[in-house]
């Protein structure tokens, strides 16, 4: 399967924390990016990466990206309840452009 | 306006029932997608409209018919679903069809069928 795999599943951190969570894949990328969802609400897309790219920001967050070991990483830092989601990473494999490759998905708990 | 908005949020059917989901966004967006969502797993693809006609279309079941009436509004009409169906149906547009765009997703119209 090409399906990305993220890790942890799941990540309970006290507010003001930071949360790591990784997103891995197989083959070579075109771009990553990472989503956020809310119990039973759609996805916010937060932030893209280039294959070319190794680092970007948005306010608290930060994504990585390595492709020599084929994954990212989204950090969030000081977290807040409101950061309480699960959290996806979504990819597309350089040669392959018909759609997106999905992770698992981790889903993150703060806890006030 | 950078809203994807879906109608109903929740929705009740019986197997032999008719419905419609609807999702409209006014971003001048020329793609529109439904994704099929079950509880703690990624969305899958549906369909993918692109100008107005239907680019992709995952294997889906003919219970599942899409519909795009302009470039604002997507359909999903349902008929004959089975409980296997329940699920959050979600809507989302992007500038264009490309998997390199992001997309601006619906909050989603939850699915039970009995």
């Known amino acids: 399967s090409q399906q990305g795999e993220e890790d942890p599943q799941a990540l309970s951190i006290q507010e003001g924390e930071n949360a790591t969570m990784n997103c891995s894949y197989k083959?070579?990328?075109?771009?990553l990016q990472w989503y956020r969802q809310n119990s039973g609400r759609g996805l916010v897309h937060l932030i893209l990466?280039?294959?070319n790219e190794r680092e970007k920001h948005s306010g608290r967050l930060r994504v990585t990206l390595d492709t020599s070991k084929k994954s990212s990483s989204l950090l969030i830092t000081a977290s807040r309840a409101a950061d309480t989601a699960s959290y996806f990473c979504?990819?597309?494999?350089?040669?392959?452009?018909?759609?997106?490759?999905w992770g698992l998905g981790t889903s993150l708990a703060v806890n006030p | 306006d950078t809203e994807v908005t879906q109608t109903p949020k929740h929705l009740v059917m019986g197997m032999t029932n008719k419905k419609s989901l609807k999702c409209e966004q006014h971003?001048?967006?020329?793609?529109m997608y439904w994704y099929k969502q079950k509880a703690k797993k990624p969305p899958e693809l549906m369909f993918v409209?692109?100008?107005?006609?239907?680019?992709i279309n995952e294997s889906v079941p003919s219970r599942f018919s899409p519909e795009c009436p302009n470039s604002s509004l997507l359909n999903l009409h349902l008929h004959a679903l089975q409980p296997e169906d329940s699920a959050l149906y979600l809507c989302?547009?992007?500038?264009?069809?490309?998997?390199?765009?992001?997309?601006?997703f619906g909050s989603g119209t939850q699915l039970s069928v009995l």
């Open positions: 989302a547009s992007s500038q264009v069809a490309t998997v390199n765009e992001k997309l601006f």
């Open positions: 971003m001048g967006h020329r793609a």
């Open positions: 409209y692109s100008y107005e006609k239907l680019s």
């Open positions: 083959t070579s990328i075109n771009n």
């Open positions: 990466i280039r294959s």
């Open positions: 979504a990819m597309t494999y350089a040669g392959n452009n018909r759609k997106l490759i």
